[in-house]
């Protein structure tokens, strides 16, 4: 069973254009986050949500709006892209614990093709 | 910056031999994690070593960390052509918001 999902795999399209990418954990964690990667690797948080609250919100452009039905789902709409957002997009999922975030899980990534 | 810097950013070894990867960051930290992510894919957590620890083991990884001067390190013994991939120091800091930083990453291959 995956533990952490994303759906799709692959996404190309033109810019200007809205999309979105959905996320879903079945590890019973209650913090999930949204991650940019670009090209030279260089991973980058943008969103965090507990329990369905947000707790992180990176500097990122309005454009992106995350949402979260529950705490298993984290979904990302993307309005009017950009060549710059063509990036490798990964969800993750943690149990929010004191002491500091703990050991994340990562989907598989959504690659993001803006032409 | 925030950011872990590793280094070196590119290792190439030969299978049997160890590969020891750097970590080093600005500010106190609660804990310093270790993830690998092989080409294509998502990353994947390795070990999670706290600001009172200073040495930490599993199967064939060593991590270290001295507070001190604010660096880690990653040994992976006795390597393998499947531990080629890169890999990522992620810190959280004390006083921060809830959120991992993460390095550059090291890019590791192990040739058979």
């Known amino acids: 069973d995956t533990a952490v999902s994303q759906t799709p795999k692959y996404l190309v399209t033109q810019m200007g254009n809205d999309k979105s990418i959905k996320c879903e954990q079945n590890?019973?964690?209650?913090?999930m986050y949204w991650y940019k990667q670009d090209s030279k690797k260089f991973l980058k948080i943008m969103f965090s949500?507990?329990?369905?609250?947000?707790?992180i919100n990176e500097t990122v452009p309005n454009r992106f709006s995350p949402k979260s039905p529950d705490k298993a789902h984290l979904n990302l709409h993307i309005n009017s892209l950009e060549l710059g957002d063509s990036a490798v997009y990964f969800c993750?999922?943690?149990?929010?614990?004191?002491?500091?975030?703990?050991?994340?899980?990562f989907g598989p990534g959504t690659r993001l093709t803006v032409l | 910056s925030q950011q872990g810097e590793e280094d070196p950013q590119a290792l190439s070894i030969q299978e049997g031999e160890n590969a020891t990867m750097n970590c080093s960051y600005k500010?106190?930290?609660?804990?310093l994690q270790w993830y690998r992510q092989n080409s294509g894919r998502g990353l994947v957590h390795l070990i999670l070593?706290?600001?009172?620890?200073r040495e930490k083991h599993s199967g064939r990884l060593r991590v270290t960390l001295d507070t001190s001067k604010k660096s880690s390190s990653l040994l992976i013994t006795a390597s393998r052509a499947a531990d080629t991939a890169s890999y990522f120091c992620?810190?959280?800091?004390?006083?921060?918001?809830?959120?991992?930083?993460f390095g550059k990453g090291t890019k590791l291959t192990v040739n058979p």
């Open positions: 993750a999922s943690s149990q929010r614990r004191a002491g500091g975030p703990d050991t994340q899980y």
């Open positions: 590890l019973g964690h209650d913090t």
């Open positions: 949500y507990n329990n369905k609250e947000l707790i």
């Open positions: 500010t106190s930290i609660n804990n």
């Open positions: 070593i706290r600001s009172n620890e």
């Open positions: 992620a810190t959280d800091y004390r006083g921060g918001s809830e959120k991992l930083v």
